[in-house]
């Protein structure tokens, strides 16, 4: 059996999703890093933080295996405890792969979902130790998750 380490994964695309990731986390005290994909912004955002950079594989059907290879590279390197996601598809291998292997996943639903539930979402839901959503219209969709407010 692996031994997972106290680290925080936190996976997610770049941009409002990295922006929502960032508030989720702000005030936790626990060792993390962040998994994403490279925008011109991304490393001056990250510029503080442990960062590791994946492909994006929405912009081709081949880059998806690539993007799971990539996340079981650094989950196996990492081996973290808890894997936090707000989001989009980029993060769907990390989070599968972790819960796989023991991690407590915790997923944020993107804050511009205010009516109905995202893709990754709904995959996520099914998989996640904690679901939290930011708008409380989306419970009903999503019956056990927690409401927790919008981050912004």
């Known amino acids: 059996m692996m031994k997972l380490k106290d680290k925080l994964c936190v996976v997610c ?7 929502e990731a960032f508030l989720s986390v702000e005030h936790v005290e626990y060792p993390r890093y962040f998994i994403t994909y490279q925008l011109p912004h991304t490393d001056e955002t990250l510029v503080k933080e442990e960062f590791y950079y994946i492909t994006n594989p929405h912009t081709h059907i081949y880059k998806y295996p690539i993007n799971f290879f990539q ?3 650094l989950f196996f390197e ?27 996943l915790i997923y944020v639903e993107t804050g ?11 995959l996520m839901y099914h998989f ?18 927690t409401y927790g407010g919008l981050l912004f």
Do not use: N
């Open 128 to 145: 996640s130790d904690l679901f939290i959503v930011q708008w409380e219209s989306l419970l009903k969709f999503y019956p056990k998750a």
């Open 78 to 104: 990492k081996r973290p405890r808890f894997i936090l996601s707000t989001g989009s598809g980029m993060a769907i291998a990390t989070c599968l792969i972790g819960k796989l292997f023991g991690s407590k």
């Open 71 to 73: 996340s079981l590279k």
């Open 13 to 19: 695309s770049a941009g409002g999703h990295l922006t």
């Open 112 to 122: 511009c979902r205010i009516t109905t539930p995202s893709m990754t979402g709904r």
